[in-house]
T-cell receptor
């Protein structure tokens, strides 16, 4: 069954509004979650690392005031796209890291398609 | 920096054909290597992985061998099925600024025709 869920699966919003995307870890508590962005026919670009109980770590070039990340519990992280513009239209994917033995593995959510009109 | 390069797609094959999707990487240290698959409308799923040189990852008939000498991790399958149609991503783990992160290739879209 699914390990990671995202909500909503797709959303259309008007330019200037804000949109919140939820990422839930269903099977285990995740101290670390990741947010990626995927443009059409392109690879995933890591936007930020979300750490439970602390501030997210953003990748170079990602505006932290525009893409607000909150990881308030061990099973939920949210990404809020503030004052959305058409260029923010994309596929947003979250993943959770699970510790396995001495290593770890990432499980990905099904993604959220955002269209800003 | 660390990077992954995949063969450009799209790749179109007939059912039961042999599949190879090339992947090469640039990395410092000893990264773990992965292949992820993304079926239409779904998120990425781990297909297989290898954590050290000469390791072979395998799953669902797919195989890939970690070749340190050629910095490659090519994906192969002897006989593809229509259900294998998807986008395939090669990836490696990289320690960036003290944190472990996945670095993805650009993805290769595979279409299998009956």
């Amino acid at each position: 069954g699914a390990v990671v869920s995202q909500h909503p699966s797709w959303v259309i919003c008007k330019s200037g509004t804000s949109v919140k995307i939820e990422c839930r870890s269903l099977d285990f508590q995740a101290t670390t979650m990741f947010w990626y962005r995927q443009f059409p026919k392109q690879s995933l670009m890591l936007m930020a690392t979300s750490n439970e109980g602390s501030k997210a770590t953003y990748e170079q070039g990602v505006e932290k005031d525009k893409f607000l990340i909150n990881h308030a519990s061990l099973t939920l992280s949210t990404l809020t796209v503030t004052s959305a513009h058409p260029e923010d239209s994309s596929f947003y994917i979250c993943s959770v890291r699970k510790l396995i033995g001495t290593g770890n593995e990432q499980y990905f959510g099904p993604g959220t398609r955002l269209t800003v009109t | 920096g660390n990077s992954v390069t995949q063969m450009e797609g799209p790749v179109t094959l007939s059912e039961e054909a042999f599949l190879t999707i090339n992947c090469t990487y640039t990395a410092t240290g000893y990264p773990s290597l992965f292949w992820y698959v993304q079926y239409p409308g779904e998120g990425l799923q781990l297909l297989l992985k290898a954590t050290k040189a000469d390791d072979k990852g395998s799953n669902k008939g797919f195989e890939a061998t970690y070749r340190k000498e050629t910095t490659s991790f090519h994906l192969e399958k002897g006989s593809v099925q229509v259900s294998d149609s998807a986008v395939y991503f090669c990836a490696l783990t990289s320690i960036i600024q003290g944190a472990q992160k996945l670095v993805f290739g650009q993805g290769t879209r595979l279409t299998i025709n009956p």
